[in-house]
C-alpha cells in the first residue's frame, strides 16, 4: 500500500500509483478530499497540459499547493487525468502491491534485465 502523510494524516492510500516524472499519482477514488480546499494555483507542464491546485487542512495547519491534478491532460499525459500528485512536505509511504511490470522486465538478464 502507498500512502501520501501529511501533519500526521493519511490523505491518499491506494496499492498502486501512476509513476511519472518521479512523482506518484495517486487515483481519484483514493484521495481524502475532505482535507482538500481548491487553490487558484494553475502551472503549464509542455507535456502534460494545466495543473489544478489544492491546499491541505489537517487538523488545523494549513500546506497551501501541496498537490495538484490535471483534469483536462494533454493525450501523452492521460494515465494521470484527475491522479493526484504531492510535494511541499507530504511524505510518499509504502510500496506498490503486486508484481511490478516495467521494461526491465522484459529486457534479456544480458541487457539488465530482471530474471
Request: proline share 10%; charged share 25%; with cysteine.
Amino acid at each position: 500500500m502507498i500512502r501520501a502523510v501529511w501533519n500526521g494524516t493519511v490523505v491518499a492510500e491506494t496499492p498502486r500509483t501512476v509513476r511519472v516524472e518521479g512523482n506518484h499519482y495517486f487515483p481519484p477514488d483514493s484521495v481524502r478530499r475532505d482535507f482538500f480546499l481548491d487553490s487558484a494555483t494553475k502551472s503549464v507542464c509542455p507535456w502534460k497540459g494545466l495543473a489544478h491546485y489544492y491546499t491541505l487542512t489537517v487538523n488545523g495547519d494549513v500546506n497551501p499547493d501541496a498537490a495538484w491534478d490535471y483534469p483536462k491532460p494533454s493525450p501523452l499525459a492521460r494515465r494521470i487525468k484527475n491522479h493526484v500528485a504531492f510535494w511541499n512536505g507530504v511524505e510518499i509511504q509504502g510500496e506498490p502491491e503486486g508484481p511490478r511490470r516495467g521494461l526491465a522486465d522484459r529486457l534479456p538478464a544480458w541487457l539488465g534485465g530482471r530474471q
